[in-house]
């Protein structure tokens, strides 16, 4: 009697349906299982600009140290593994490069709010964060570099 009882104690096919099961739920509950949020870095993007405070500065020009963070979201680029499903940085570098090159800029400020602001308005970003640096400014005590930064959302 014992050998009758064990066949229907064990009852293989409830493991299956409690498989189905779990990929039902699995399929309905997508929102419970966020997908990766996507960051872009640059860093170091060395420009040569002619922008600063003296006129010196703007007319023989500096070399200019930018940092970049992107924060893109969610990315199908995470699932398609195509570029142009997020935001290509060689793209990016461009941009910035482009932004340094329109016009000249007094401060790191106005540069660094140029970028985010262009950024934001070009690609779907959540946050865009700019880091500019002089490694080489023009101040009469030794100082190593000198940065500002800008954190913007959209």
């Known amino acids: 009697m014992s050998d009758q009882e064990q066949p229907e104690e064990f009852e293989p096919e409830e493991p299956e349906e409690a498989e189905e099961l779990d990929e039902e739920e699995y399929d309905e509950d997508d929102e419970g299982h966020p997908e990766p949020e996507v960051t872009i870095e640059v860093s170091g993007l060395s420009l040569y600009t002619h922008f600063g405070v003296t006129a010196a500065e703007r007319e023989i020009g500096q070399r200019l140290l930018v940092d970049l963070r ?8 995470t699932v398609t593994d195509r570029v142009e499903d997020t935001v290509d940085y060689g793209e990016v570098c461009e941009v910035v490069n482009l932004v340094a090159q329109q016009r000249e800029y007094r401060t790191l400020e106005r540069f660094c709010t140029a970028v985010a602001d262009r950024l934001i308005e070009r690609y779907e970003l959540n946050a865009v964060w700019v880091k500019a640096a002089k490694p080489e ?3 009469a005590l030794n100082v190593g570099e000198v940065s500002v930064e800008v954190w913007r959302e959209a």
Do not use: F, H, T
Request: with cysteine; net charge negative.
């Open 70 to 77: 992107l924060d893109v979201g969610d990315c199908d680029a």
């Open 137 to 139: 400014p023009p101040i």
